[in-house]
Nanobody
Framework: QVRLVESGGGLVQSGGSLKLSCAAS????????MGWFRQAPGKEREFVAT????????DYADSVKGRFTISRENAKNTAYLQMNSLKPEDTAVYYC?????????????????WGQGTQVTVSS
């Protein structure tokens, strides 16, 4: 079965950086797009970033563009989210997700497997 395990979350001061990792298993990682989503208390889960199966195509939410970078290392079955210039409004549980296909997508229904999430808290 598909398993996605996020790590790297924590408490960081506004303006700081964190790098999240998503360790994947149970499927052929190199053939699927991956994504990152986040959910703050009382809010719906929202798209953050996505990356195609080769790692060449990426897309980002406007709110994180220029600050966050999604990447992947297919040989390690791992996806990453580098977060720089963090703001308090970035505070959320961040989820890694596996897409249904090879190409990057920003809609949550294009993903069929989800990790349990990792908490990111940005203090002011």
């Amino acid at each position: 079965q598909v398993r996605l395990v996020e790590s790297g979350g924590g408490l960081v001061q506004s303006g700081g950086s964190l790098k999240l990792s998503c360790a994947a298993s149970g499927f052929t990682f190199s053939t699927y797009a991956m994504g990152w989503f986040r959910q703050a208390p009382g809010k719906e889960r929202e798209f953050v970033a996505t990356i195609g199966f080769t790692g060449r195509a990426t897309d980002y939410a406007d709110s994180v563009k220029g600050r966050f970078t999604i990447s992947r290392e297919n040989a390690k079955n791992t996806a990453y989210l580098q977060m720089n210039s963090l703001k308090p409004e970035d505070t959320a549980v961040y989820y890694c997700a596996k897409a249904r296909g090879a190409f990057s997508r920003s809609n949550a229904d294009a993903y069929d497997s989800w990790g349990q999430g990792t908490q990111v808290t940005v203090s002011s």
